[in-house]
């Protein structure tokens, strides 16, 4: 789950802090921030990203329309978080933990990582079953395309390594070198987390698919751009 930062309250013209009056005004500042991508399951969601509340609009009706309480969403994730959780109590979320590390993405799903630390498992744990992250593709329902949107980043994310591996070799200057890693990079367009697990022995190409969608949090991530196992921020 790509950690994000989604920065302060976004400012009107004259620098003073936004008021949002329908908490829909902060559509266009979160794309701003954070790209159209599911904050939880890291689908692209151009054409129909909902803002997300972190702690229910039924739950905590004052923070309707407060921006420290807002995410990205797709429309399943929306869906089925639904109202199930009080506030952040008791799980992570991707704009205050570094989720990068706690889920292991694989041609059969998404799982929780077996070797965290229990009291950070169990908080894993719970953010996987708000969103239900590993939910098969539902035929009954037309809303649930997580699971296929997957599949298919997980294939193109193997076809880029292949073709990655196949000129890396043969690749004579830095410039060719260059292009070729932000070829790689490129083709990323979601599930960021599953490219990172996939490309994990090539540090430049992870870099550019971290650099290039707005709002990552990279100091969640080592020198090598693999995922810090802290699940505090170095700055919180
Ligand atoms: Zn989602």
Known sequence: M???????????????????????QAKDDLRTRLGSFCS?????????PDIEHISPKSKKPELEKEWNNFLVACKSCNIIKDNNNEDRDGFVFPDT?????????????????DNLPNDVKILATATFNL???????????RTDDRALARLHAWDKAQDALKDFLELLPVTSTPE???????????????????????FKDY?????????????????????SFNPKENLRRSDS
């Open 97 to 113: 933990h570094n989720t990068a590390f706690l889920y292991n993405y694989s041609i059969l799903g998404v799982s929780v990582k």
């Open 176 to 198: 060719k070198k260059h292009a070729l890693v932000n070829l790689a990079a490129n083709t990323c367009n979601g599930f960021f987390s599953l490219w990172i697990q996939i």
């Open 131 to 141: 969103v239900q992250l590993n939910r098969k593709l539902d035929t009954s329902s």
């Open 203 to 223: 540090p430049e190409v992870k870099k550019a698919i971290l650099e290039n969608v707005r709002g990552t949090a990279i100091e969640c991530y080592d020198e």
């Open 40 to 48: 939880y399951c890291e689908m692209n969601i151009d054409n129909q």
């Open 2 to 24: 790509r950690p994000v930062n989604k920065g302060a309250i976004p400012k009107n013209a004259d620098g003073s802090d936004k008021n949002f009056t329908d908490y829909k």
